[in-house]
């Protein structure tokens, strides 16, 4: 089966187009072509992702990215392609029809299976550019379409990162063993979520207040360092690291809930409290920023790690999978590791590379393929963008 994947929930808009087949331990999937630009740069000025920008931002890309992908993958032929319906389904979209139309003329309908889009969580006007543009390719090309929960898709990525048959990194191909444990971390989510079988979840725990991956972007503002503050914080916690020995020590962060009788997280309290500590040393020193970044780290990785540890013993769980964009923090992903090795249960760990953890689409087509496998299609007209849309709701 060929999908075509589309995401723009929030500030990267991608496209990937993968040729998949098989299940469970027979799954294999190839990528066919690839494609993604990343907002960050016009977004750092705000210090946050501008919704009415990325909407705008997401229309003028999404159609050289098709060409980019289409080509990659060799699918691209020229023809003609007419559609009556664009007008409607574009109606909101101008810039991006103004492009789609003359794409469409000059090339034909690509040899593609199924048409995959996310449909929530994330920002609403950013995902109904995604979700229209789905739609008008579909009309055009008379595709069915899946609607894609963007956390499933983070999921699904760092279950199968090592299953892609022309992926050279030393990887096994690995078995996902059940209970599997989902610790999904982001700019916008800190869950753990249980999935007993296949594509069916159970959220156990979540945050009570900030996202892990805001944290480190509110912590990385109030420290002076650009938007988005994760990598930023990675960066100067590992110089930190390196430094260790001449480094002195001086403050120390809460680790909220870490004894709390549940899997629920809470860090609005460290960032309270590095907001503190900036306060009573402004202007930080470099030395001061280094300390501040490794500790709140530390904390980061101390909770998330200790509440994980604790629902693999619980649950008796086989497998777990890091997603999300914070899962490509080295440290984040090193003490998950170490835990687990410490741990001795054996419980297998499945991280994407660094570049996967962070939003594409390879992992939205991937999400798509094991939907459109079971024939999850959904009319055009029910699709809607969703901003709170649960795993929990996802239908089984
Ligand atoms: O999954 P993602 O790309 O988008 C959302 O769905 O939110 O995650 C973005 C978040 C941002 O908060 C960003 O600061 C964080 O992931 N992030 C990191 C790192 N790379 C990205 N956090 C810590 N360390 C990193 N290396
Ligand atoms: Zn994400």
Redesign the pocket.
Known sequence: MIILGIET??D?TAVCLIEAKGEGADFTYTVLGNALISQIDIHAPYGGVFPALAKREHEKNLVPLLEMALAKAGLSESGDTSCEKLETILARETELRAQLIPFLQTHTKPHIDAIAVTNGP?LEPALWVGINFAKALAAAWNLPLVPVN?MEG?IVMSAFSNREKSMTRDVHINEVHFPMLSLL?????TELVLSKEWMHYELIGQTRDD?V??A??KV?RLMGLPY????E??RLARTARDLQESLQKTITLPRPMIDSDNYDFSFSGIKTAVRKIVDAHSPLTEEMKMQIALEFENSCAEVLTSKTIRAIEEYNVKTIVVG???S???F?RESLARALSENGYGTQLLIPP?EF???NALMIALSGYFRASRGEYADADSIRAQGNLKLAEVKK
């Open positions: 929930s929030c990267e994330g963007h983070h971390i982001s700019g916008g989510h996202a991956g805001e480190f972007d990385a988005p503050g994760g990598p914080i990675d999300g964009g914070v490509a923090n080295v984040i660094r953890a962070t939003d």
